[in-house]
Nanobody, 115 residues
């Protein structure tokens, strides 16, 4: 059974940084496209970043370009989302998906940016 889990969320001040992790059990995450979505307190959901298998092509929402970086560590079977220069608008629940046959979602991890 494939399970996806996120970790690394928390409370951070504006301008701070966090790194989220996405792991999957039951599959090798390196073989599949992986992405991060977020859902804001106003229930707006958007794709934040994605990385393809193989070439590792990446894609980012305009709102996070230059601040967020998605990357893989295949030895750890994990995809990371490095978030820097965080803003209050980044406050959201962040969800990871692994596109194994169909998207498999984790439970989400809360990121709160506040002073």
């Amino acid at each position: 059974q494939v399970q996806v889990a996120e970790s690394g969320g928390g409370l951070v001040q504006p301008g701070g940084s966090l790194t989220l992790s996405c792991g999957a059990s039951g599959i090798s995450i390196s073989s599949y496209d992986v992405g991060w979505h977020r859902q804001t307190p106003g229930n707006r959901r958007e794709l934040v970043a994605a990385i393809t298998s193989g070439s590792g092509w990446t894609n980012y929402a305009d709102s996070v370009k230059g601040r967020f970086t998605i990357s893989r560590d295949n030895t750890k079977n994990t995809v990371f989302l490095r978030m820097t220069n965080l803003k209050s608008d980044d406050t959201a629940v962040y969800y990871c998906y692994v596109n194994f046959v169909y998207p498999r979602w984790g439970q989400g991890t809360q990121v709160t940016v506040s002073s």
